[in-house]
């Protein structure tokens, strides 16, 4: 911790000075947030050495990492001895539900959130209860701070935890719909029949070659393979999950309906992109449906833009109706132009993904990548089973 008058830049170079003095003789790496610092492994633990600035009061904020000091005393001063275990139980078991973190691999809850959760609800088991009743929007304000109203208009978010000592702050906004929904499930299935596979997850085998070959026989199954860039986990899946949705987009305004999509990496050499669409091929007629004739104004324009098609035109239900050929019908075909087009225009690390490698896996490589990666196959056999872990426990 700094004085809050040593300047930015002194700030930055101690700070990262005294990182690589700590971890010196052991991986480390630079990394950023609002500002940079050192990160690496120590005997198997994750690392972190973050600068900040002694201030005062909360509302003095220089940096983000400033509330640190004063969640610390928050949460010494509230939680008692004996509910650190609770704590422990809590956050293992989110990480047993693939729930836990705020990265954007994971887009769910800090520590800081299980320490909140015991806090307000006692213990792990009524912690579990009172999630297992959560609905959309839930209110959390340990201090009363703000009403429920004013929150839920200021943070718009699934979960909304005021932080305990800055009010304008929701500590639980990396949390995603379908992370907080998994909570939900999680909770109420545990309180139901529990286990400790919540805790550890359960070993499943990866699905038999055969089976995985009868899934990707299934029309619509699309498998793309990208190289990985050399980029910190987290800045690396922000950007393939926006390359997801940004194809996604692309196929559905082409007419290919996705039924679901995901991605996958290693975060050293592979990134796997999976869309499962309704059909990969479409008609190459697409039918496309004018003004009324009544209105002779734009029944003249529609005519005139439409004067070769492959039917038409004719008069259905008060309509002028033609039949035209699809640009793109060919999913695979759509998908290979537009991995072309985005090398020339995607400005991000992604840029230098798709240089590495883009490539549509066709059944034999996809077999092959289950065969010889076991990371891949744990994802790929997941994701094809489509259920919920905990749903099998």
């Known amino acids: 911790m700094f004085d809050e008058n040593t300047s930015k830049e002194e700030f930055e170079k101690e700070g990262l000075l005294i990182g690589k003095k700590v971890l010196k003789g052991h991986f480390f790496e630079k990394a950023f947030s609002q500002h940079p610092y050192i990160r690496g492994t120590i005997n198997g633990f994750d690392v972190e050495i973050v600068p900040s600035y002694k201030v005062s009061d909360p509302k003095k904020l220089k940096s983000a990492v400033d509330r640190t000091p004063f969640h610390t005393k928050y949460v010494?001063?509230?939680?008692?001895?004996?509910q650190k275990d609770e704590v422990r139980l809590l956050r293992q078991f989110l990480k047993g539900i693939k729930a836990y973190g705020a990265e954007i691999?994971?887009?769910?809850?800090?520590?800081?959130v299980t320490e909140l959760l015991i806090i307000k609800y006692g213990s792990f088991e009524?912690?579990?209860?009172?999630?297992?009743?959560w609905k959309e929007e839930e209110v959390i304000d340990l201090e009363n701070q703000l009403d429920n109203v004013e929150a839920k208009k200021k943070f718009n978010a699934p979960l909304i935890i005021v932080d305990p000592v800055d009010k304008n702050r929701n500590v639980a906004a990396a949390l995603s719909l379908n992370q907080f929904a998994r909570m939900i499930a999680a909770s109420t299935a545990f309180l139901k029949k529990p286990s400790t596979n919540f805790f550890f997850g359960k070993k499943t085998s990866p699905l038999h070659e055969k089976k995985v070959k009868e899934h990707l026989k299934k029309e619509g199954l699309i498998v793309v393979e990208l190289g990985c860039p050399n980029v910190l986990a987290?800045?690396?899946?922000?950007?393939?999950?926006?390359?997801?949705?940004?194809?996604?987009?692309?196929?559905?305004?082409?007419?290919?309906t996705a039924l679901r999509s995901s991605v996958w990496t290693d975060e050293k050499k592979s990134i796997a992109l999976v869309f499962d669409l309704k059909a990969n091929m479409l008609e190459r007629a697409k039918k496309r449906i004018g003004p009324l004739v009544s209105d002779q104004k734009n029944s003249e324009k529609f005519l005139a833009a439409h004067k070769k098609p492959l039917s038409g035109p004719r008069i259905e239900n008060g309509r002028w109706v033609v039949e035209v050929e699809r640009k793109n019908f060919d999913a695979k075909k759509f998908l290979k132009k537009a991995f072309l087009r985005l090398k020339k225009t995607e400005k991000t690390h992604i840029k230098k993904a798709l240089n590495k490698k883009a490539k549509i896996l066709t059944e034999k490589e996809v077999l092959q990548k289950y065969r010889k990666e076991p990371e891949f196959s744990e994802y790929f056999s997941n994701y094809l089973k489509g259920k919920e872990d905990f749903e099998e426990y």
């Open 105 to 112: 691999k994971t887009s769910s809850v800090p520590g800081y």
């Open 126 to 133: 009524n912690a579990l209860k009172g999630i297992a009743k």
């Open 234 to 256: 987290d800045i690396l899946w922000g950007q393939i999950k926006r390359l997801e949705k940004k194809i996604v987009a692309e196929l559905e305004k082409e007419e290919f």
């Open 76 to 82: 010494q001063k509230k939680l008692k001895p004996e």
